[in-house]
């Protein structure tokens, strides 16, 4: 028989083998969803417009809480603000563990600060936080960065002497640059031929990601890892940015001044020099290079597409752009550049910056979570480790939280006195101890504040 002939009937009797094997029973009492099909779950019913909307359509028949099988594996969806508080916040320990993304999964094996579950992220997150509020030894912080990477795309923004021009490229470059100056204590010149290819690889790798082929490799991700796909080249791009990063630390080994750390891989070496007697430490060098590839991922695309869109939005809403406007003369004026303690000052421009993340609804499926534990949620029965998807775009379209979910307002986050107002449907990025939100959104807004004002 020839081998191309036995290798389809191998294939052919494997899939007939899963088909009558059908799903493996798991024990609790899972919420309600469609029926699925031994192997192909609940393919069939999903909608051609890409995941969430199959997942809104599910929800208007069985609610808020839902399960839906990702070809073999079952997953609990949660819609809506309640549920996802009462999950990630309320059960915050027992929701805390990470499920895994099939795409990035072979590179990242469960490392670093956004991926790791169990001991390593309750300590990695801590430090994380710590190292970017502040880097110590009279450094720079990442409002000073901020700033001055603001001032270098003002200048860029000035070159053009008012001539129209597509800003995508500079949101990419300021973006990319501030991790870099984060990380690596420096920046580069936006036309810097390794710097191009960076932001050349991590926009190719976000849309491969978000690519329907991704969304199909997501549900069959055990059987299609064998074949040719956009999984084979996201593992290439991303191999290629980890050697970087991995040249980079020991560079920085090399040049490290323990009283005198630069920037955050200095940091983390220092931290991995002073526990290197502890066999069971968590700072070690893969971590080192997953957490540093997570920092780039949560802080580069998101912030610029928001900035992008902030732009946009203020281009189709000259009123909202004129209010923040004359708030940023009135607090600022135009001879110093804006700071982080200004936004308690500015209650519109701030709400004008919440609404624009929210209307953006960058993050509609948040990241993977699994519970730790069995885990009983609203009369269900949870088994451990049962993956949770939190569906964050219906949060930020929740008509009982939103007057006008659908449309652009900032009066969503003000009261009737035109101060800010907390909104517990505010998750652009996750809530929760749990999700690394905290790099996007500090970026984002501290970014947008530099950016709405680009005068002299």
Sequence with gaps: MEPSVLLLLVLLMSFLLLLVRGHPKAHGHLPPGPRPLPFLGNLLQMDRGGLLNSFMQIREKYGDVFTVHLGPRPVVMLCGTEAIREALVDQAEAFSGRGTIAVVEPIVQGYG????????????????????????????????????????????????????????????????????????????DYRDRQFLRLLDLFYQTFSLISSFSSQVFELFSGFLKYFPGAHKQIFKNVQEILNYIGHNVEKHRTTLDPSNPRDFIDTYLLRMEKEKSNQHTEFHHQNLMMSVLSLFFAGTETSSTTLRYGFLLMLKYPHVAEKVQKEIDQVIG???????????????TEAVMREIQRFADLAPIGLPHKVTKDTSFRGYLLPKNTEVYPILSSALHDPRYFEQPDAFNPDHFLDA????????????????????????????????????????
């Design 113 to 188: 600060v956004i991926f790791a579950n169990g001991e390593c992220w309750k300590t990695l997150r801590p430090f994380s936080l710590a190292t970017m509020r502040d880097f110590g030894m009279g450094k720079r912080s990442v409002e000073e960065r901020i700033q001055e990477e603001a001032r270098c795309l003002m200048e860029e923004l000035r070159k053009s002497q008012g001539a129209p021009l597509d800003p995508t490229f500079l949101f990419q470059c300021i973006t990319a640059n501030i991790i870099c100056s984060i990380v690596f204590g420096e920046r580069f």
């Design 334 to 348: 135009s001879h110093r550049p804006p700071t982080l303690d200004d936004r308690t000052k500015m209650p519109y």
């Design 417 to 456: 006195n035109g101060t800010l107002k907390k909104n517990d449907a505010f998750m652009p990025f996750s809530t929760g101890e749990r999700d690394l939100c905290f790099l996007s959104q500090t970026l984002e807004g501290r970014l947008t504040l530099q950016d709405t004002r680009l005068g002299p």
